[in-house]
């Protein structure tokens, strides 16, 4: 309860103005994160529907990547030269989201829905390095905590995700559920356009030079502790890639869950990242970024080490989550890091390219796992992703990272 409260302490302490930005940010990570988490949700009735095998599975959450390999560098670097046009960036971002699962419902076959799916990380890879560029610029004291904060909004949606699309594919046909989500995001994207188009007053009319951009994002890609937390950050998504894509057709498939009990559990997933994440975020802020992130990663990977043998029911509830409390929290202390290193032009371009890195690596994971799950079964893939998530934690560990705001120990004279 003392970390719950210092977290709402440290978000009532950016004062009312910074605190409306900051909440209208985090709604929309909230949204982002909505249209994000339809689709792991969706994916064992999709599977079934067309008459998928694993590795298909596997190919469609490789197609999401490849796009986000894509985009993921240009839309850092339209976060730094369009400052001002930030908010319609961010709009749009929510705007996509509506847009890509159209398709994905009037999408006939594997082949048509391959580009479809992938559409669908574009909302976020238009969000994330504009919000974390503009949380960082407005925060710079307080990057760990702010983008906890923001992360709160994409937890709560992963939470309650899984439960609402659960609830919906029980009542009405996967299709229509799609189709209709461009309408909300019509409506959704105007508010938060209307919401932040105040918000960039002081930015220059044209952001950072190209120039300027590209030589201070080359000294951000030869930086050690870039390319090293880059690298860490790769793994665990690899891991959480694997994991949100395979976890639910285990859980329907093998263990016999209906829809909604296997929203309830993927729910557990994200729970208690509402509680843990401003916890983490104002630790990794006061005490250092290692001191948060290196035993973090070797707790979640062997739990999940423990997801193939976990007992059906409670044993596995439990299980499901205690890996939340890391789940999505730890990328955030990973994005801080980079955020740390780069410099003040190039926030959102860094974010780009560390987006790219974690790409390139998590590019090819869902096929491997598809093929691991024909050859060895299910829980080779649990193995897979835990194995990953603890590299990751053996990445960070020989680091030295920011040190934290807390005072130094003063010794007394001997």
């Known amino acids: 309860m003392f970390g719950v409260r210092n977290a709402l302490a440290q978000m009532a302490d950016f004062g009312s103005?910074?605190?409306?930005?900051?909440?209208?940010?985090t709604g929309g990570h909230s949204i982002v994160h909505f249209y994000r988490g339809i689709f792991p949700v969706m994916l064992p009735t999709i599977?079934?529907?067309?008459?998928?095998?694993?590795?298909?599975?596997?190919?469609?959450?490789?197609?999401?990547?490849?796009?986000?390999?894509?985009?993921?560098l240009p839309t850092g670097i339209i976060a730094d030269t369009l400052v001002r046009r930030r908010a319609a960036v961010l709009?749009?971002?929510?705007?996509?989201?509506?847009?890509?699962?159209?398709?994905?419902?009037?999408?006939?076959?594997?082949?048509?829905?391959?580009?479809?799916?992938?559409?669908?990380?574009?909302?976020?890879?238009?969000?994330?390095?504009?919000?974390?560029?503009a949380l960082s610029g407005r925060f710079p004291e307080r990057r760990a905590t702010a983008l906890a904060m923001h992360g709160m909004g994409a937890t709560f949606s992963d939470t309650i995700t899984p439960l609402?699309?659960?609830?919906?594919?029980?009542?009405?046909?996967?299709?229509?559920?799609?189709?209709?989500?461009?309408?909300v995001a019509l409506l959704l994207a105007l508010v938060i356009w209307r919401a932040l188009a105040n918000q960039f007053p002081d930015a220059p009319s044209q952001g950072v030079s190209r120039s300027r951009l590209l030589a201070d994002l080359g000294t951000v890609a030869k930086n050690p502790v870039f390319l090293s937390i880059a690298l860490s950050?790769?793994?665990?998504?690899?891991?959480?890639?694997?994991?949100?894509?395979?976890?639910?057709?285990?859980?329907?498939?093998?263990?016999?869950?209906?829809?909604?009990?296997?929203?309830?559990?993927?729910?557990?997933?994200?729970?208690?990242?509402?509680?843990?994440?401003?916890i983490?975020?104002?630790?990794?802020?006061?005490?250092?970024?290692?001191?948060?992130?290196f035993p973090s990663l070797l707790m979640m990977g062997g739990m999940v080490l423990l997801l193939?043998?976990?007992?059906?029911?409670?044993?596995?509830?439990?299980?499901?989550?205690?890996?939340g409390v890391f789940y999505y929290t730890l990328s955030n202390i990973t994005a801080v890091i980079v955020l740390d290193v780069a410099g003040p032009n190039v926030q959102g371009s860094a974010t780009g390219l560390y987006n790219l890195a974690t790409q390139l690596l998590i590019l090819p994971a869902p096929i491997a796992a598809g093929v691991?799950?024909?050859?060895?079964?299910?829980?080779?893939?649990?193995?897979?992703?835990?194995?990953?998530?603890?590299?990751?934690?053996?990445?960070?560990?020989?680091?030295?990272?920011?040190?934290g705001s807390r005072p130094s120990p003063k010794f007394l004279p001997g």
């Open 164 to 183: 609402v699309v659960g609830g919906l594919l029980v009542v009405f046909q996967w299709r229509h559920v799609l189709q209709l989500q461009v309408v």
């Open 308 to 323: 193939g043998v976990a007992n059906p029911g409670l044993q596995l509830g439990l299980l499901i989550t205690a890996i």
């Open 372 to 403: 691991l799950i024909t050859v060895y079964g299910m829980n080779s893939v649990f193995l897979l992703s835990g194995i990953v998530v603890i590299l990751s934690g053996l990445v960070v560990l020989p680091l030295r990272l920011h040190q």
């Open 233 to 278: 950050n790769g793994l665990l998504m690899m891991g959480r890639i694997v994991l949100l894509t395979f976890l639910p057709i285990y859980l329907q498939e093998d263990l016999g869950y209906s829809p909604f009990v296997m929203g309830f559990h993927l729910m557990l997933l994200n729970v208690m990242g509402i509680v843990s994440q401003p």
């Open 91 to 133: 709009a749009a971002a929510l705007l996509f989201g509506g847009v890509a699962y159209l398709l994905v419902g009037i999408a006939p076959s594997f082949i048509w829905m391959l580009p479809a799916t992938g559409l669908i990380v574009l909302g976020g890879s238009l969000w994330h390095p504009t919000a974390f560029a």
């Open 47 to 72: 599977k079934q529907s067309l008459g998928l095998n694993d590795v298909q599975v596997g190919v469609l959450a490789s197609s999401q990547q490849m796009v986000g390999l894509t985009l993921t």
């Open 17 to 25: 103005g910074n605190g409306k930005f900051l909440g209208v940010l």
């Open 280 to 293: 983490i975020g104002v630790l990794a802020d006061r005490w250092g970024r290692k001191v948060v992130l």
